[in-house]
């Protein structure tokens, strides 16, 4: 199995390795960044990883990121002894990362040939290593078996649409998914599926979502003027907040914006495109549709507060909770195109009422709960958020009971930190 994927892995990635690399240096990305996917590490890079245990978590993006990191602070916690690395697939994950301070070392998830993982693994050196959510990577997981490092997946999770190919491919996945020490579950259903993939019923645990164990920070300490200051936003105008958009998705609610305008509502918009290197796009757009917007990057410019009918194109990382502070409504992208949806719950955080659409299938369980508790609504298209926004904004009332709804059930359903510590507690301990 081992030697089919290596023949297929280079086989598809080496013909794409170089435009991936170009692609990475012409978008401003370090050179670091790319010799770090390939193993290769500055001299001195992990000096105060020496004599200290080593826990590598492995998130690969911002959803991924953002969900560990009550995770890592229980972990820091926890394990004070333990030097803490996490490595992220995407740009915009590393970017996260950053901003996690128990987090010791931070690098970019190497490349999967079996050579480049020896040298990594050789140079961190890990006791333990987490695998957050469904990341299945043969030749990391056989380097991390060859070296006796256990790995444990958290909140795993086996998605309606993975599930069938998980199964037809079952022959190759089996081998990988049975050298996880421990799988940690989101639900019953991802627990079943994972063994009906292969994997050994005595390594899996239900510990749930870690999303649900969100925590708001210093937000909470923050009054709203403050940030509205900050982003020059205008006060006594509603704030509609679309965040993680997608291609396709922008047109959509731009359209439902300008709805909202020609009937009188008072009101900016924040537009936040789940990547932010799509802003010259999305800028582009709006200037085709004679929009009026200005970038987050140059806001310090601005002397006065954003009108009505503005947008504040975000082109920036990591600032989207202090968007939801100030929001009278959200939206979260991901789910009008079939891209599988974002994390609503950071909006229920906040106690903000959230939309969404359809495409929710990586949260699928989420959804169905936040529209259960009357903290969430799910729209079909550009009609339908139309309608819901303007009624949202027209009786604040019911958009602060349903952002209450949200937040009661994140309240009710924490707990998944604590169970994944302890699960992680018994592995250390037999080391």
């Excluded at 940030?227 to 907040?241: D, E, S």
Aim: with cysteine.
């Amino acid at each position: 199995m081992y030697l089919l994927y290596n023949i297929l892995l280079y086989l598809v990635a080496l013909p794409l390795l170089p435009f991936h690399l170009l692609r990475m240096l012409f978008r401003g990305k370090t050179r670091q960044g790319v010799r770090e996917r390939f193993g290769f590490f500055a001299d001195g890079r992990f000096s105060a990883l020496q004599g200290r245990k080593v826990l590598w978590i492995h998130a690969v993006s911002v959803g991924e990121t953002r969900a560990a990191v009550p995770l890592v602070k229980a972990l820091k916690k926890r394990f004070p002894e333990y030097a803490l690395v996490m490595s992220n697939m995407t740009e915009t994950g590393r970017a996260v990362a950053e901003g996690i301070k128990e987090i010791d070392h931070r690098i970019y998830f190497p490349y999967d040939f079996p050579w480049v993982m020896e040298r990594v693994f050789r140079r961190l050196a890990p006791d333990l290593a987490v695998i957050v959510e469904t990341e299945i990577w043969p030749n990391f997981m056989r380097s991390a078996s060859r070296r006796g490092v256990p790995v444990v997946l958290v909140n795993g999770r086996i998605s309606d649409r993975s599930f069938p190919r998980y199964r037809r491919m079952r022959f190759c996945v089996e081998p990988v998914i049975r050298q996880f020490a421990l799988m940690c579950m989101q639900s019953d259903l991802d627990a079943e599926r994972i063994v009906a993939m292969g994997a050994p019923t005595e390594r899996v645990e239900v510990t749930h979502n870690l999303k649900f164990d969100m925590q708001a920070g210093g937000l909470s300490r923050v009054e709203p003027a403050e940030i509205r200051r900050k982003f020059r936003l205008p006060g006594g105008c509603g704030i509609w907040v679309a965040a993680s958009t997608h291609a396709g998705e922008e047109e959509q609610v731009l359209e439902a914006y300008r709805r909202l305008l020609l009937d009188g509502v008072e009101l900016l918009l924040i537009l936040v495109p789940r990547h932010p290197d799509r802003c010259r796009a999305v800028g582009e757009l709006l200037a085709s549709r004679d929009l009026s917007f200005v970038l987050r990057s140059e806001i310090a410019k601005e002397t006065a507060d954003l009108p009505s009918g503005t947008i504040l194109l975000v082109d920036s990382i990591g600032e989207v909770l202090e968007f939801y502070t100030v929001a009278d409504l959200v939206f979260v992208g991901g789910s009008l195109v079939p891209v599988g949806g974002h994390n609503v719950l950071e909006a229920s955080l906040l106690g903000k009422p959230v939309l969404f659409g359809p495409h929710m299938h990586n949260f699928k369980e989420i959804s169905r709960l936040l529209i259960e508790a009357r903290g969430g609504v799910s729209v079909a298209g550009v009609d339908e958020l139309y309608q819901r926004a303007t009624g949202l904004l027209a009786d604040p009332e019911l958009g602060r009971a349903m952002g209450a709804g949200g937040y009661a059930l994140l309240e009710e359903n924490r707990g998944a930190t604590e169970h994944t510590v302890k699960a992680i507690e018994g592995m250390l301990e037999n080391r």
